[in-house]
T-cell receptor
């Protein structure tokens, strides 16, 4: 158990819908990362937050957005869902955002878009 | 741009045999390299990381990796495979900046035969 929790574990929805994925980082970790794992694209970095502020953006679609709240949990919002958004979404956290801080991964949320 | 290439999407070894998983990197700056393992239906766990301190890096579960700049490689090895090593392994690179976002390879699925 990494100490990072993600809810829900599974999510099944229809095209055009909007969903919210939630991540609670390890106690004391200030940085949260979101990654997407799909058969087509592999594991891709989406976005990083540090202490409530966006720090880095990767291959995140405009239909996707994220935020980190004052209690440091994070939410990833996916809207106007398409079949291709079906994937495993991981959250990771680290103490800070720098190199010497290991990223601890949660178990993921599996999103299926029908 | 940084990238990693994992040669061999599937590797099969016998129990007790040497495990060798290949990773080559491309980076315009000194890279920071990682190996992660993903067991079925779980998140990613860090096996080891290279951050320029030593070229031979020892990790958990008996794994190690050697950084070879001349070959731009960071191959993962384990002298004797166990059944419990069956999993998917990901090589990743980071620019080591403030974000420490990870760029992952496509993964290698390791099967261990009895």
């Amino acid at each position: 158990d990494s100490g990072v929790t993600q809810t829900p574990k599974h999510l099944i929805t229809a095209t055009g819908q909007r969903v919210t994925l939630r991540c609670s980082p390890r106690s004391g970790d200030l940085s949260v990362y979101w990654y997407q794992q799909s058969l087509d694209q592999g594991l891709q970095f989406l976005i990083q937050y540090y202490n409530g502020e966006e720090r880095a953006k990767g291959n995140i679609l405009e239909r996707f957005s994220a935020q980190q709240f004052p209690d440091l949990h994070s939410e990833l919002n996916l809207s106007s869902l398409e079949l291709g958004d079906s994937a495993l979404y991981f959250c990771a956290s680290s103490v800070e955002g720098g190199l010497n801080n290991e990223q601890f991964f949660g178990p993921g949320t599996r999103l299926t878009v029908l | 741009a940084q990238s990693v290439t994992q040669l061999g999407s599937h590797v099969s070894v016998s129990e007790g045999a040497l495990v060798l998983l290949r990773c080559n990197y491309s980076s315009s700056v000194p890279p920071y390299l990682f190996w992660y393992v993903q067991y079925p239906n779980q998140g990613l766990q860090l096996l080891l990381k290279y951050t320029s301190a030593a070229t031979l890096v020892k990790g958990i579960n008996g794994f190690e990796a050697e950084f070879k700049k001349s070959e731009t490689s960071f191959h993962l090895t384990k002298p004797s495979a166990h059944m419990s090593d069956a999993a998917e392994y990901f090589c990743a690179v980071s620019d080591g900046g403030a974000t420490n976002k990870l760029i992952f390879g496509t993964g290698t699925l390791l099967a261990v035969q009895p």
